[in-house]
């Protein structure tokens, strides 16, 4: 029998995971990725990987990992996959140590770890704080390594378009489009795997890198997947706030003893540092005793909204309060957090060893996402999905560096169960017409772009559905303004008609390529908005004041949202959550669990 | 210094095709703090117009994590080579010229295809040859100071600004350039990696090889994350005379 043919779309941790896996049980693998993998959107990640290693004597274990996870979450995942994920972690870390992450190390030369939000362990190993950079380039060189054996094809400067689905709706490859040529064409496969990361774009300004606009998971659910959880976005309490994005500044900084502040005084003209300590309101501290400044992210955002927005005691009138590390010695901050201390140095211009840092809340991460069972296995037969591109781990709220585990424990469930599956399915029976039928629709949904004659700039369109999911669909939410942004979506998909590129060149032309996944974002924003509508309680990253408490009894479940193609929308149900492991509880981290 | 003009003059070097001829095109974009050479494109994106007025295409550059990280959106600015996302407006004399790398081939306007690093990477095997990724338990113990060595190493970006910037990486020469050496170092130095040193330094003798470096130094320079990259090639250098020498008496 032939290796089984497996495609991957998505260079990034999980899909990287997974190639290795395949490739290592005599699979065969396709990759595809916008950008070369190295430069996958995984290099952003920071401050570190948990895993419950219990190196440092505090009675740390994967059961409290387990339960931190769960908690954190607010009780929202399926509590199995997110016990294994957490029992494997350890084992995860080995790996990458073996392969040759520069994990930093304890003067004995054992791994050293440090503490990250809504943990009171030290659990998270580290390299420097670009820890994400140094976890994917291990992967990347072990794929190169295939790759250089002949098990890997990568394709890289690809755009996914869509999933090839023969008569009875199984996946048998995917229509992928040449980003230089512009050429598109299929590529059977017998199963494949999406690791296609998160959908920042569709808020305009996030942490996430140029490509993670969830182009890939809104294709997929127009084709019959369900997304699941998609209101679940995380706001990271730090960033910086940029032109062109926003840049994160890592909870590590907190982990290695930062600390949050606002001056007591509204608009105090003083420059920090001469801002004495019984000037300073330090509230993380003073509202949550136990944690400190390492609440998880929901929690600190929320507190630095309340502080800027209600108390109005942002620095100087606008939206930033301090993050401050100058009380730490700067051998430590260079041994630690040198690569995030850099980007503070470059992208501001001030030295955060010597000033405190001026960070606001961003939109950061994408708990939600392609709806998968146990084995990573979407709903349409032969497509998986690991990463952040889907929804299983991280429940309504993600804990900081539970991102890098789940990407590369994702990946390795995902990449096995796509080969038992390819090597028990049935060959395709009725020929390639499946194929070229997609071809043929993705060609003339490109053709129809090129051509048409109308006004609406897409780098525009983008911006204002930028500000519009900015605004009324992440850190405080309320159903008049939930509903008035998805009628403002209908008003932008239909818009979209009228779209105008300036670039109708056939090679190289990002207008076309942006313009399609703007209309995907579109599509999958009515998902988040929506489902934010309809959920009528407060849960992890979902905040309504109107309802601020969890409300187990009606939405203890999974949003899952499926296309409608008569609608042209989503339709809602709901699933429930296995809490088999551990029974649902009050969360709160003003005192310990 | 803060820049207080009311506007940006950005004049780019545009190439529509790889074959096809360049031509320049000039912008004049309102200022405001905090813009880079990042921002800069994405506005004329939204409103692709010259600053003479005539309507045109947005540019073709590539980019994707706008932190320094990624090692996407190299170009050179100014002249010199360089990452765009970190290239602060504030800090650039203007008008601001935008070219796409001289050295590889243009894919369009700014973007331009740098894959000969992959395939460095993939000739001299930077990589950590394990086993398997079944569980075999921990890697190998190392102090403190190895990491500090290797990590600084390890964070090289592919971004291709020391190839760029270095006399010796030219057709003529089939340099394989700084960065490729540097890992060659990090490879060479860690205890499993160290396993296929000889194979790796083998592949740097010759044309094309170590040899070639002429200790310009402009590789350092221009460096986005200050790697000791010319630290590293006199080290593998020092490696490959020594293996060149053995090899010569083994014969």
């Known amino acids: 029998m032939a290796a089984p043919k497996i495609i991957v779309v998505g260079g990034g941790l999980a899909g990287l995971s997974a190639v290795i896996k395949i490739a290592e049980m005599g699979g065969s693998v396709d990759l595809f990725s916008i950008v070369p993998v190295k430069r996958s959107h995984s290099v952003c990640a920071q401050g570190g990987i948990n895993a419950a290693k219990n190196l440092k004597g ?7 990992h387990f339960d931190d996870t769960v908690y954190g979450g607010d009780f929202l995942a399926n509590q199995p996959p997110v016990k294994d994920m957490c029992e494997a972690a350890p084992g995860i870390i080995d790996l990458l140590d073996r392969m040759g992450v520069p994990f930093n190390r304890t003067p004995e030369g054992l791994l ?11 659990r998270t190993a580290f390299a420097g704080a670009t820890t994400g950079q140094q976890l994917l380039y291990a992967l990347d060189e072990q794929v190169r390594r295939y790759e250089s054996e002949g098990k890997v094809k990568k394709y890289e400067h690809w755009e996914f378009l869509s999933a090839v689905l023969d008569g009875n709706r199984v996946c048998r490859g995917i229509c992928a489009m040449d980003l230089r040529s512009m050429e598109v064409r299929t590529f059977p496969a017998d199963a494949i795997i999406i690791a296609t990361g998160g959908n920042g774009a569709i808020f305009g300004k996030s942490t996430n890198s140029v490509v993670c606009t969830g182009s890939a998971q809104s294709a997929l659910y127009q084709q019959g997947c369900y997304y699941a959880n998609g209101e679940f976005i995380q706001v990271h309490p730090t960033c910086i706030p940029g032109e062109d994005k926003l840049r994160l500044m890592s909870e590590s900084a907190r982990g290695e003893g930062g600390r949050v502040w606002v001056p007591k005084t509204p608009g105090d003209k003083r420059e920090p540092k001469a801002i004495p300590e019984k000037d300073r309101w330090y509230f993380l501290e003073e509202w949550y005793p136990k944690y400190g400044n390492l609440v998880p992210r929901d929690v600190a955002t929320r507190a630095i909204f309340k502080v800027v927005f209600e108390h109005k005691l942002g620095i100087d009138g606008k939206p930033m309060v301090y993050l401050d590390l100058t009380h730490i010695d700067r051998k430590i901050l260079d041994r630690k957090l040198e690569g995030i201390l850099e980007i503070y140095e470059k992208f501001v211009g001030d030295d955060p060893r010597d000033t405190p840092m001026k960070i606001f809340p961003g939109m950061h991460y994408t708990m939600g996402g392609l709806w998968v069972d146990f084995k990573q296995a979407t709903n349409i037969p032969g497509i998986y999905a690991a990463g952040e591109c889907e929804y299983q781990y991280h429940g309504a709220n993600r804990l900081g560096a539970n991102s890098l585990v789940s990407c590369v424990y994702g990946g390795g469930v995902a990449g096995p169960n796509a080969v038992k599956y390819a090597r028990g399915l049935q060959a395709l029976s009725d020929g390639n017409g499946v194929f070229e039928a997609e071809k043929k629709k993705q060609e003339e949904s490109n053709s129809l772009l090129m051509n048409n004659e109308g006004t609406e700039n ?16 992440t850190v405080i939410r309320y159903n008049k303004n939930l509903q008035q942004t998805d009628a403002r979506l209908v008003e932008m998909l239909e818009r979209f008609r009228k779209v105008n590129l300036s670039d109708r060149t056939q090679w190289a032309n990002t207008s076309v390529v942006f313009t399609r996944q703007v209309y995907n974002m579109l599509q999958l924003s009515r998902v988040i908005a929506q489902g934010a509508r309809m959920r009528d309680e407060s849960r992890g990253a979902h905040y309504k004041p109107d309802f601020p408490d969890r409300d187990d009894k009606n939405f203890l479940k999974t949003t899952k949202a499926s296309f409608a193609p008569d609608a042209d929308g989503p339709k809602f149900e709901f699933e429930p959550v296995d809490t088999s492991l551990i029974p649902p509880r009050a969360r709160k981290y003003d005192a310990a669990k | ?25 000039e912008f004049e974009l309102a200022y405001h703090p905090g813009m880079n050479v990042i921002s800069s494109l994405m506005e004329i994106a939204a409103n692709p117009v010259t600053r003479e007025g005539k309507a045109t295409s947005p540019i073709t550059y590539d980019s994707n994590c706008l932190e320094e990280v990624c090692g996407s959106c190299a170009m050179l600015i100014n002249g010199r080579a360089r990452m765009a996302c970190s290239a602060l407006i504030d800090n650039l004399e203007q008008p601001i010229k935008l070219e796409p790398f001289a050295k590889f081939p243009v894919v369009r306007d700014l973007a331009t295809d740098r894959s000969v690093i992959f395939e460095n990477l993939k000739a001299v095997k930077a990589w950590v040859p394990i086993d398997g990724t079944y569980d075999l338990g921990p890697g190998p113990r190392m102090t403190a100071e190895e990491q500090e060595q290797a990590y600084p190493i390890s964070r090289c970006i592919s971004c291709c600004c020391c190839m760029e910037a270095c006399p010796q990486f030219n057709e003529d020469t089939g340099f394989v350039g700084a960065a490729t050496i540097a890992q060659v170092r990090l490879f060479n130095t860690h205890p499993t990696g160290k396993s296929l040193q000889r194979e790796r330094l083998a592949a740097l003798m010759g044309d094309g090889g170590i040899q070639e470096c002429g200790y310009a130094q402009n590789c350092v320079e221009v460096c986005p994350k200050d790697i000791p990259l010319t630290r590293a090639i006199s080290e593998v250098g020092g490696e490959v005379m020594k293996q060149a020498i053995g090899d010569l008496f083994r014969r």
């Open chain 2, 1 to 25: 210094m803060a820049n207080t003009n009311k506007s940006v003059l950005i004049k780019i070097k545009r190439q529509n095709t790889p074959t096809s001829k360049s031509y320049w095109e």
């Open chain 1, 112 to 122: 050293d770890f440090r503490r990250f939000g809504g943990t009171l362990y030290n």
């Open chain 1, 458 to 473: 897409p780098f525009k369109l983008w911006r204002e559905l930028g500000e519009l999911m900015t605004k009324d669909c």
């Open chain 1, 58 to 64: 505090e009675g740390d274990s994967t059961w409290q």
